[in-house]
């Protein structure tokens, strides 16, 4: 009588024929293999690591031995080492991608991500997964069972991938580095959202106008300019807003933080966005120019507005009394003259403002604050008109002349005085 054992793999070319002698009287050694089972664990990641249980893959590999060695078993220290590269020795590799995988079954999951194959599905809201570990995690949503607990603050999350990044909060770690600017970051996605500032990939069209985004985050904000919704409310007031980082800094209203300060000047702003325009005032800095006039400006958008003097374009138009403009806030800010609209009040004094430039500038009148500092010496001005006036002293800038003498003057008032005194009829 002969006993076959013969294993056989998909991806590998070798099989294996065992064949042992009735005769043999070790025979009754060999022990009854029983079907494999197979423990999954769901790590951070999402992948799954399955591990055959070492006793019975070094009863596995024992056996083996047993039969070659004629019942002279290996070690135990030889038999794990002999499995364990075994184990290693086993590599899958995906035919679409050319990923490899430790295990044919980390392949069949993996497989998924080409085939679209999710054949896990929430019986509660028909969602589908590609991995079992997955669809139970996402039931947590429907039970509301939060099993993960922070160890810092006791607060609780459904999935422990969750809770690691929470963490971090803590701990301030920042595990994911850009590679090109050393910029960090908590989370994997962030940082691979960040390296397309590097590659310039916008991967996520709007199907409405074209334009694209570099996160799926952005692009659903801006749907909402298309639909009308505004789904972010204030918590202090009504308003609504269709972009969460338009509520964060409105809400900055009601709580008067101004988180971010000019270390050269101490003004202080609402937006890490207004701040980085505002140091451009002190580095003189313009990187925007005018290919018609060759004329500077510190915002692209200023740039913008300014090339429809050139092109004519007006396409905001007053109803009330024809008037055009280049810009739908230039507009806005003269419909108020119609309307008396005066929405931004002095803290100091009650007096009312139609936008809030002129009430900033206003306020100084009673803060004595001048955030305007020559780059030349110490003179200080609550102006920025009033700083470049004064600065034309220390360049001997003269930007207006007489069209009647050619005269030059560094302040527009100066020249009309000199027309008046000496070329008027």
């Known amino acids: 009588m002969v006993f ?40 951070d990641s999402g992948a799954l690591i399955e591990e055959n249980k070492e006793n019975e893959e070094l009863s596995e590999v024992e056996e083996k031995n047993h039969v070659e060695t004629g019942g002279k078993p290996l070690s135990c220290s030889q038999t794990k080492k002999k499995a364990l590269k075994k184990r290693r020795a086993k590599s899958f590799t995906c035919t679409q991608c050319g990923k490899s995988f430790t295990y044919k079954c980390h392949l069949n999951v993996h497989m998924r991500v080409h085939t679209g194959e ?3 599905a929430c019986d509660q809201c028909e969602m589908s997964f590609t991995q079992s570990a997955i669809l139970k995690r996402h039931m947590n949503i429907h039970t509301g069972e939060k099993p993960y607990k922070c160890s810092q603050c006791n607060k609780r999350f459904s999935r422990s991938g969750d809770l690691k990044t929470h963490e971090r909060i803590h701990t301030g770690e920042k595990a994911f580095r ?58 202090h007031c009504d308003k609504r807003f269709n972009r969460p980082r338009d509520l ?34 002190h580095t003189k800095e313009k990187p925007h120019s005018c290919y018609l006039c060759g004329k500077s400006f510190l915002l692209l958008h200023d740039l ?23 810009s739908a806030k230039c507009l806005k800010l003269h419909q108020r003259i119609h309307t008396g609209e005066k929405p931004y009040t002095c803290s100091h004094c009650d007096k ?32 920025s008109t009033n700083l470049k006036t004064h600065e034309r002293i220390h360049t001997g800038e003269k930007p207006y002349h007489c069209t009647e003498c050619g005269k030059l003057f560094n302040q527009l008032s100066a020249l009309h005085r000199h027309t008046k005194s000496n070329h008027s009829k």
């Not at 960040?194 to 996520?204: A, D, I, N, S």
């Not at 933080?257 to 451009?280: M, N, T, V, W």
């Not at 092109?311 to 009330?320: D, H, I, Q």
Request: net charge positive; charged share 35%.
């Open 4 to 43: 076959i054992k013969e294993e056989s793999e998909e991806n590998t070319s070798e099989s294996e024929t065992w064949r042992i002698k009735q005769e043999e009287p070790e025979i009754s050694r060999i022990k009854h293999e029983e079907p494999e089972t197979w423990s999954i664990k769901q790590e």
């Open 248 to 281: 964060k800094t409105h809400e900055r209203i009601h709580t008067g933080e101004e988180p971010y300060a000019c270390d050269q000047c101490g003004k202080i702003f609402l937006r890490d966005s207004d701040l980085k325009i505002h140091l451009k005032v």
């Open 118 to 120: 999710r054949p896990f």
């Open 352 to 383: 009312r403002f139609s936008d809030s430039t002129n009430l900033r500038r206003h306020e100084r009148t009673h803060t004595g604050e001048k955030p305007y500092k020559c780059s030349h010496c110490d003179r200080r001005f609550s102006l």
């Open 178 to 235: 850009c590679d090109q600017c050393e910029k960090s970051f908590t989370l994997k996605g962030n940082l691979k959202g960040h390296m397309r500032v590097h590659t310039g990939e916008k991967p996520f069209t709007c199907d409405q106008c074209g334009k694209s985004f570099t996160r799926s985050a952005s692009l659903k904000d801006h749907m909402n300019l298309h639909t009308g919704e505004k789904p972010y409310k204030c918590s």
């Open 304 to 326: 913008k507005q300014h090339q429809k003097i050139h092109t004519g374009a007006r396409e905001y138009v007053c109803f009330e009394c024809e008037k055009t403009f280049t």
